[in-house]
């Protein structure tokens, strides 16, 4: 994974000549996207998708480790092959209905759809009661602790075509089982959030969030006041540094390198001009290209 400094730059409450906003009552950040409405879909590995989807726990850097959120608590075998989850009771999607292990397994067998592929790892998953579920691997995994993964609402997708996946209607008005669920989006303009009073963990405090779809300079965006969050570029920071209505701060984002290893013990590519002859006539932009996130670059070897 290699870092890249990336600076979000939040407006602060007072001070200045931009609107002040009432503290906690609404939150609007500049969005990089075309605003199509399909940057929920779970191959893009959104950020945004956080706010309306729970994930099985968080994924916490530091030294506590994973920390309980849809999945309530979990145990696992000694070699890491088998996982049983034990979800929290007291979950609904923001229609009203409850969260159950049914959904999960439909999200993970909608992954392992030949019309989806989504990676999001390998196991098979086994209901044992509403709020249980049993996932088994092949090999040793910890992906029940990935803190990316979201879940789906069986009841609401199960018959539509996997073979629509990316352009489902459901990812432009998604229901979650987040803190926060949508209440309006408007094609590359902004999608409208607000505070989900029954959210299991407690009701956010800030009572609306407005994703702007990218359409504007970040930097003008903020010194006009018309967003509170935005995304600028380090060269752009002196000119926010001396304003006191401006806090910066960084964070990394990264990108994946993808290696393909030649098995030399294979009669097949025991000789290395066959290798170097196969490496040659992969189509290295076309792999990078295909990548679901659209944020890795792929290497072979």
């Known amino acids: 994974m290699l870092g890249a400094a990336i600076c979000a730059v939040a407006l602060a409450c007072g001070g200045g000549d931009a609107p002040r906003r009432s503290p906690g009552s609404a939150v609007t950040i500049l969005y990089d996207d075309p605003g199509d409405g399909f940057f929920l879909n779970p191959n893009r590995w959104d950020l945004a998708?956080?706010?309306?989807?729970?994930?099985?726990?968080?994924?916490?850097?530091?030294?506590?480790?994973?920390?309980?959120?849809?999945?309530?608590?979990?145990?696992?075998?000694?070699?890491?092959?088998?996982?049983?989850?034990?979800?929290?009771?007291?979950?609904?999607?923001?229609?009203?209905?409850?969260?159950?292990?049914?959904?999960?397994?439909?999200?993970?067998?909608?992954?392992?759809?030949?019309?989806?592929?989504?990676?999001?790892?390998?196991?098979?998953?086994?209901?044992?009661?509403?709020?249980?579920?049993?996932?088994?691997?092949?090999q040793p995994s910890r992906e029940p602790l990935n803190g990316w993964n979201v879940y789906y609402p069986k009841h609401l997708l199960e018959s539509l075509d996997p073979k629509e996946f990316a352009s489902w209607e459901f990812w432009k008005h998604p229901v979650g089982n987040g803190a926060y669920r949508v209440v309006r989006h408007v094609s590359r303009t902004l999608m409208e959030l607000e505070a989900n009073p029954d959210y299991c963990c407690g009701k956010p405090r800030i009572e609306r969030v407005v994703l702007k779809f990218a359409g504007g300079a970040p930097l003008t965006e903020l010194l006009s006041g018309n967003v509170d969050v935005a995304q600028v570029s380090p060269v752009e920071l002196p000119a926010l540094a001396a304003d006191p209505r401006f806090e910066a701060h960084y964070y990394g984002t990264g990108r994946v390198t993808v290696h393909l290893f030649w098995n030399h013990q294979n009669a097949l590519f025991e000789q290395a001009d066959v290798r170097r002859a196969l490496t040659l006539a992969i189509d290295r932009r076309e792999t990078a290209d295909r990548d679901p996130d659209g944020d890795r670059t792929a290497r072979e070897h």
Request: charged content about 25%; hydrophobic content about 35%; aromatic content about 12%.
């Open 49 to 138: 998708q956080f706010p309306i989807f729970l994930t099985l726990t968080t994924d916490e850097l530091d030294e506590a480790g994973p920390q309980p959120r849809l999945a309530e608590r979990w145990e696992h075998s000694p070699d890491y092959r088998e996982w049983t989850l034990h979800l929290r009771p007291d979950v609904k999607w923001h229609d009203g209905v409850p969260v159950t292990a049914h959904d999960v397994k439909f999200t993970m067998d909608l992954w392992a759809h030949p019309d989806v592929l989504y990676p999001a790892g390998s196991g098979s998953a086994t209901v044992l009661d509403e709020s249980t579920l049993r996932i088994t691997y092949r």
